[in-house]
């Protein structure tokens, strides 16, 4: 039985047959919708969600089966002080595979190592979110036709921000990555990533805090949300939290063929007059992410179609 708890659990080589998968769904959805009859996904998020619970839970419903919800902390037994081993345990009597979020960092893997059922991690705490990963991967994919030769910016919080740690962590095994980080002193990228990501894979990056300076050089601009929720204090937040507002001029240097991805929610990154440049991918993004959690929950469930 395999789980989800680091998108480098899945080989290159399963990264692109999940990418297969979800281009065959996308052309031709009808031959997948009953290939979960019988199957339940449970939902067990114990933070807020938009899109990950709802295209989990849409990817599911697509392929004919079933869902199960926890939408809140407060609405689970998590709120009376039970473990995370004992819900895994639980829900493994309910469900055929699980996906969970949760504000711990290791909170999936610890459910994983309990569960007699597939575990997926919907994104722990500030370390990792490897099936946002897959959604942007796939939006990489359909819009650069290549993983190889990329130069990728990110931008914003990519201290707290666990969707580009997992990023980051995939990229590092193709060639010619370069990653430009951007962001404020405070939110730079943890230094356990740079040493055992992007050193420990000869990757070339380098950090900066000016998002004008490099912007010529991106192929891929990654704009990240400041994550609120992960500081210790609100001061901290209310001064960091616009440092870098993707606006129209800003783009003016930027290459043509620019992809500017965001995992979303938005607060105040992009400028909503982006959204109609044919470079904003994010809300290609959001529905690349229900294709590949069902491609995920196909390969995790072991169902051929
Ligand atoms: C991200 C997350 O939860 O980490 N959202 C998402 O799943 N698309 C990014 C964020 O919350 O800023």
Redesign the pocket.
């Known amino acids: 039985m395999r789980h989800l708890t680091d998108i480098n659990e899945l080989t290159v080589g399963e990264i692109s047959e999940l990418i297969a998968t979800a281009e065959d769904i996308i052309s031709d959805p009808k031959k997948y919708s009953d290939a979960c009859r019988g199957k339940k996904l449970a939902t067990l998020f114990f933070?807020p969600?938009t899109?990950?619970r709802l295209s989990f839970e849409a990817a599911m419903y697509e392929l004919g089966g079933n869902v199960l919800s926890v939408s809140s902390a407060g609405s689970s037994s998590a709120a009376k002080g039970e473990s995370v081993a004992d819900t895994a345990k639980t829900v493994s009597c309910y469900a055929d595979i699980m996906a969970m979020?949760h504000p711990k960092e290791g909170a999936p893997l610890v459910a994983s190592m309990n569960s007699s059922i597939p575990v997926i991690n919907?994104?722990d705490g500030g370390h990792n979110?490897p099936t946002?990963t897959l959604?942007d991967l796939l939006t990489i994919w359909r819009e650069k036709g290549r993983f190889d030769n990329l130069t990728v910016g990110f931008c914003g919080?990519l201290k707290f921000?666990?969707?580009v740690h997992s990023l980051i962590s995939a990229l590092s095994r193709y060639t010619g990555i370069k990653i430009i980080l951007i962001s404020p002193e405070e939110l730079k990228l943890p230094s356990y990533i740079k040493r055992d990501v992007l050193k420990a894979n000869g990757i070339e990056y380098k950090q900066t805090t000016d998002l004008i300076e490099v912007m010529p050089e991106l192929d891929i601009l990654y704009m990240?949300?400041v994550?609120r929720e992960r500081f210790f204090n609100e001061e901290d937040y209310l001064r960091l939290k616009d440092s870098y507002i993707l606006t129209p001029d800003k783009l003016k240097t930027a290459k043509s063929d620019l992809s500017i991805l965001h995992?979303?929610?938005r607060v105040n990154e992009i400028a909503v007059s982006i959204d109609s440049d044919p470079r904003a991918c994010y809300f290609k993004q959001v529905l690349n992410?229900k294709y590949m959690r069902m491609a995920l929950i196909l390969k995790l469930l072991e169902v051929t179609v």
Do not use: K, N, V, Y
């Open positions: 933070e969600s899109r990950t979020r919907a994104g979110h946002q959604a919080d921000g666990r969707t990240t949300r994550q995992p979303l929610p992410g």
